[in-house]
């Protein structure tokens, strides 16, 4: 992978944004592979700002996960999130851009249904990747098979509890979610994994340097041919 290492998330946030405009630029119905969580907001806060003036209407997007048996109008379904974070902020057009159905009525089909959109559109041009502190990518949690495919999974106690503060109460926090796969992150033909802050910084080094490790699963990216991993100094000060 290519570790950039810069000076604060905004400026993070701006290479990143860069790159995607110049991908939309060239490709006006690229397809983006969009996260969720904290740490891609200084992207999607500098894209805003510089797609005035690109034409965005073609833009594709595919959100990594969703939590299962959650009302898609829920504030913090990843639907809304997506909806509120990206689409609105951009200007994209939201019947382009797609989460996985994570409503209990159709659960079933929803992971195979997400594939098949995904290769309807021709694979993810551009996946942005945060990692949790497990070294989770996606919900793909330690454990999860590396040809895996979007799927429902069960989210660990960790996760549970990292997320809880979007939620008020761990209680809130939903126990299942289903998720783009590694096998299905591996695909897209770009892949740019940031992290911010000393938190990060053990589960950045896994990916970047570890062994290659199913129990390790930012691990994967060691597997893809083109990785910009974008960190700051914190998130940087394990790595060798
Ligand atoms: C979000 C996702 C997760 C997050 C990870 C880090 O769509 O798939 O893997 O990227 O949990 O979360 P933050 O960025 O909030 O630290």
Redesign the pocket.
Known sequence: AEVVIVENAPAAGALVADEIVRLITAKPDAVLG????????PVYEALAHRVAGIDVSRVRGF???EYVGIDPAHPES?RSVINREVVEPLGLDPALIRTPNGQIDGVEHAGADYEAAIEAVGGVDLQI?????DG?????EPGSSFASRTRVKTLTEQ?RK??ARFFGSIDDVPMHCI?QGLGTILRARHLVL???GA??AKAVAAAVEGPVSAMLPGSAIQLHEHVTVVVDEAAASELT
């Open positions: 969009l996260a969720t969580g904290s740490t891609p907001l959100a990594l996960d990843y990747l945060g990692i949790g502190t989770h990518i996606g919900f793909n996760t990292d997320n998720t940031l992290a911010f938190g990060k």
